[in-house]
């Protein structure tokens, strides 16, 4: 009997370790190609340029963006050259701070990144859509007095409109983003349209969180921006691995850029400024 019992454990032994080492294999997969893309992002806004990204995709995993050498970036107004910008740093092109565009003009703007290679990066044509103005602000306080909501008031007009707001609170001088997730100028949670109230006066209240009891001056903005500018940010909210980390090339995105990806956007805003009661 112990015969018996002795050489089943040694059965069982010697079963375990085949198993173990047909688990033990290295199964080898083959991950699909990865071929980055160029990304090109900025903002045509009411009379400034903000600074331009021009770089590439990041592989998954990866971290950093390729600096892309020996590359130059001008901006086009109805096919005119305007303006070349010029590299701030590896990724970042921008103008003079000193230079603005027409705030009036309807014209229809194109960045247009040159490459060594010959190849070219643009953005289709964009106009700056028509001003919404905010017609006025309510604050309301919380019973807690931690909380704000904001009520601003305009009217939208008959024709179809995209919308985003941005509220600032001022500290040392400066107003500020209350909410540090904008991406750029304002968060992909900021942005709606005016399927609800087309051609009516409308209501858009938001809810912010500020210091117990203080007394705050605010600065907020109300900005009208284009229907690509619209689906880019909606793409991003509604695929939340791209509005955490956009240059990771794994989902899709709205673009509006020719030969890559990314957007250039453009706007109209009006501002309006409140202190707390």
């Known amino acids: 009997m112990k015969r018996l019992v002795k050489i089943s454990f040694l059965i069982v032994v ?8 047909e688990i033990s294999k290295t199964i080898d997969l083959e991950l699909p190609s990865y071929h980055p893309k160029y990304v090109l992002l900025g903002f045509i806004g009411d009379s400034t340029i903000h600074n331009i990204y021009f770089g590439k995709t990041i592989p998954p995993y990866s971290e950093g963006s390729d600096t892309i050498p020996n590359s130059e970036i001008k901006l086009f107004a109805d096919n005119q050259l305007i303006v070349a910008l010029e ?39 964009i106009q700056r859509p028509n001003k919404v103005a905010i017609d006025s602000v309510q604050i309301l306080r919380s019973q807690n007095n931690m909380e704000r909501t904001f009520k601003i008031y305009f009217t939208d007009p008959h024709e179809k409109n995209y919308y985003a707001t941005r509220i600032e609170i001022q500290k040392g001088g400066d107003y500020v983003p209350i909410n540090d997730d904008s991406y750029e100028l304002f968060s992909p949670n900021d942005i709606f349209d005016d399927a609800l109230f087309n051609g009516k006066q409308a209501i858009i209240s938001k809810v912010i969180l500020v210091d117990f009891n203080s007394k705050n001056k605010f600065r907020i903005r109300l900005f009208t921006i284009t229907e690509e500018t619209f689906h880019f940010y909606m793409s991003l909210k509604l695929n939340r691995l791209g509005y955490s980390n956009f240059y990771n090339p794994t989902f899709e995105v709205m673009t509006n850029i020719e030969n890559g990806t990314g957007c250039i956007g453009a706007y109209r805003s009006s501002t309006a400024y409140k202190e707390d009661n």
Do not use: M, Q, W
């Open 87 to 125: 590299r701030i740093d590896a990724n970042t092109y921008g103008t003079d701070p000193n230079f603005l565009l027409d705030s009036n003009s309807n014209a229809f703007f194109k960045f247009e990144a040159n490459l060594i290679n010959g190849e070219k990066v643009y953005n289709k044509p």
């Open 14 to 21: 010697l079963f375990f370790s085949l198993t173990s080492c």
